[in-house]
């Protein structure tokens, strides 16, 4: 996730390579997740306002995308794990944001109607169990968007677009990602149950180069409680 949070990001090809993220997939990519997660919001009905909360929210574009798509009237809380620099701390926007240690949300139980964790998980897999435990205990419903892996060539795939999108940010790209069976078993750990999962979302079709490179079926939305 694009991110002027992250580390100070230095050096001519690490911007280079931010910038071919930025064009090549990452508008494209909000814009698809957003209209999705908009939609199965909508179909919750949920009393409004409704509490949000983006879970390593990164530029906060893609919570500031779904409530604009959704129906209802929002409010949404943003956290990630690195500190507000000062140059955002006056931006109306960031209001919003609080920083948290990656694993304990700093709410009180039943605090939030939904939960987004995008692209987050993967990056730290022995933590999942954990943040699905925080997210269950913290809100109602959990938006999960993360990615399956189906063997070597997937997961090579996946770390070479993960590379793209986050290691100029100085995220560290994971070594394995989710199957379908690690993913529900972490959910059963967690005691929460997938009552709805969109898969086989093509985030690329915009792209020759990297639709020809990926498969819909690596990239998945799970809607717990």
């Known amino acids: 996730m694009s991110s002027p949070i992250a580390q ?12 071919f993220h930025q064009k090549a997939s990452h508008n494209y990519r909000i814009e698809k997740l957003s209209t999705l997660i908009a ?8 009393q409004q306002p409704i509490r949000c909360l983006d879970v390593g929210c990164g530029d ?11 129906s209802s009237q929002t409010n949404w809380t943003c956290i990630d794990i690195h500190p507000l620099p000062e140059s955002l701390i006056n931006e ?20 939030f109607d939904i939960i987004v964790i995008c692209d987050v998980l993967h990056h730290d897999i022995e933590n999942t169990v954990n943040l699905l ?5 913290a809100g109602k419903y959990i938006f999960i ?37 690690s993913f529900k078993n972490a959910c ?27 498969k819909p079926k690596w990239q998945f939305i799970a809607i717990l409680n």
């Open 133 to 137: 435990s925080e997210a269950k205990r």
């Open 8 to 19: 100070s990001v230095k050096g001519f090809f690490k911007k280079l390579l931010i910038q």
């Open 39 to 46: 939609g199965e919001i909508n179909k919750l009905a949920l």
């Open 92 to 111: 109306p926007k960031w209001k919003k944001y609080q920083q948290f240690d990656g694993r304990s949300f700093p709410f009180d139980d039943h605090s």
């Open 188 to 214: 059963l750990k967690a005691n929460l149950h997938i009552i709805k999962e969109v898969d086989n979302i093509n985030l690329y079709e915009h792209s020759r180069l990297f639709n020809a490179l990926t």
């Open 60 to 70: 906060m574009i893609l919570s500031e995308s779904i409530q604009a798509k959704l």
């Open 145 to 181: 968007k993360d990615h399956y892996e189906y063997g070597f060539f997937s997961r090579k795939m996946l770390r070479l677009m993960d590379f793209v999108g986050n290691w100029a940010y100085g995220v560290p790209i994971p070594d394995f990602y989710f199957t379908n069976k």
